[in-house]
């Protein structure tokens, strides 16, 4: 998990395909790519498919965005379409 | 097991009505008729620490311990172990019930801090983790507590509210039973966020207030929509056991009455209540100055009761129950014997412990608990000390109203805090108790007696006369009072009254031995001039007899003469003989 390339791993909760969750997948994308490149994972949750993860995160808006590493943990919720906001709530300074 | 609580209703009522859920508190089903309606959510709304996290989790924990329905509770506020902890005192076992899946505890944990919002966002995620936690364990009732603090933990209320509008109906398409909590809000509104408006079927309104120091806490439906409810604001104690509502103020006089009576431990007090004592199920108030013996008539009482292998229930709010049975011991009043043998209860509780309804709850409760035959407060006057009279009358009407419905003999004493009746109406329960019993002190002569009589005893004869009141070594006895020519006389006059009689009788029975007496001497006189007569009988008698003899010797004497003349003579006669 601490390997140097996946510095940051990063959870999208979404459930099911709505147009929100497509739209923060698809920016998550965005800045990942631009600022992260090659030091981030993301993997995502469908709570449709598995909602007994739920808890386990404290999700209860959707969708929301976990920094599990590293930590602290922080929640971006919404379909993360402030790019400023998704930055600084990941702490990740932007390269320009 | 719920559908057959409703049938009952609706028999009983002979209407239709909305199907509902019992919760399983004390007394909250009474005042809802039955509980808070099924399917639908209720809102239980007041300010901090007024128990709305506890009302709703005793619903679910009864529903999963007594109705067989699960239940989640979500907890926005407290974390499950901490919820479970505060609740272990109360017997409810969270751990347990979880691992038997009939109660699920969901934390939401919010925090602003880590939390950023950015855009368009809903809160799928919660309905989908309540959703998961309710199909886990075919949960029938759900609490959200306090769902408000969504409102704390994100900004955009244009989506909370939205958001909850769905909740709610989701949650009546879901077909569970929920409670949602809020806190009470500023102003006008009963919760801060106005949860009222999306929960419309049922609103409960909790209260915690401090008069005087005392603390109460109270609740109030404030709307139930399709269903009769109780209006009122109802007390409700929070103990060892739970919430307990107390639905005191019961709306109909259709109470079964008994024809029974019940001895008062005092025959001569009997004697003046025709004969029998008190109605079995009715009320008697015993009211009077300090140190008038009201407390001994209790406790005769309530020998009396034990005697008869019944139960009592004594409620002290003055003396310690060791006080009263050391005190009683001296006119020969043993109650240790009935505690002893589980008959006799004493409750004993200074009034300024709780508040006046804690108090009611608190008793209604012990009542409900050792289901006794009779109950003595003793006194009801001390209550006084922690609310107005009118509070306390209202607590004695509804105290007597569930004694009534049970059938259970109620005895009161009350101080009279003066000497004139008509002023003081101890506390205003002498027109709702059956009998009233007065006693007073009569201070006459240079000293202090104690006089007792029967204001009223509805529906026996009863006597009207004013009786003195002793209480000896050997009890408590009623003794007529003199009435002579100067009046009703008791104490040390009626005593000198007494002996001053009796000193007539020894006068009188003096004078009936002389009289005696003479008639004996009058006897004697009599038999001896009888015996005389007889004596002067007796010797003409034998004069009389000795002439006959003489007679009859003559007689012989000669027929033997001729007899023997004939002899010489030579007759045959002789020979032949």
Redesign the interface.
Known sequence: MDSPENKYELRLYVAGKTAKSVTALTNLKKYCEEHLKGQYVIEVIDLLVQPQLAEGDQIFAIPTLVRKVPEPIRKIIGDLSNEEKVLVGLNIRPVN | MTNHHHKNKKTKFNYPQIPKTPTGITGLDEITGGGIPTGRPTLICGGAGCGKTLMSLEFIVRGATEFNEPGVFMAFEEKAAELAMNVTSLGFDLVKLQEEKKLKV?Y???DRS?????????????F??L??AIDSIGAKRVVLDTVEN?FLG?TNQGILRAELRRLFTWLKEKGVTAIITGERGEGNTFTRQGLEEYVSDCVILLDHRVINQISTRRLRILKYRGSLHGTNEYPFLIDEDGIAVLPVTSLNLEKDVSTERVSSGIPALDKMLDNKGFFKGGSVLVSGSAGTGKTSIAACFANEICKQQKRCLYFAFEESPKQIIRNMKSISVNLQQYIDNDSLLFHASRPTLHGLEQHLVAMYKIIKNFKPDAVIIDPITNLVTIGTVSEVKSMLIRLIDFLQEEQITVMFTALSLNSVVNEQTDEGVSSLVDSWLLVRDIEFNGERNRGMYIMKSRGMRHSNQVREFIITDDGIDLVDVYLGPEGVLIGSAREAQRLQEKTGEVLRGNAVNMKDREIDRKRKMLEAKIANLQSEFESAEDELNKISVEEELIKKVSENNRDALTKLRGGDKASSK
Do not use: F
């Not at chain 2, 950023?116 to 809160?123: A, C, H, N, R, V």
């Open positions: 969901d939401v944990h919010i880590e939390i950023e919002e950015t855009g368009e966002y809903d809160l799928e995620g919660l989908i983790r959703g998961y969504l994100l």
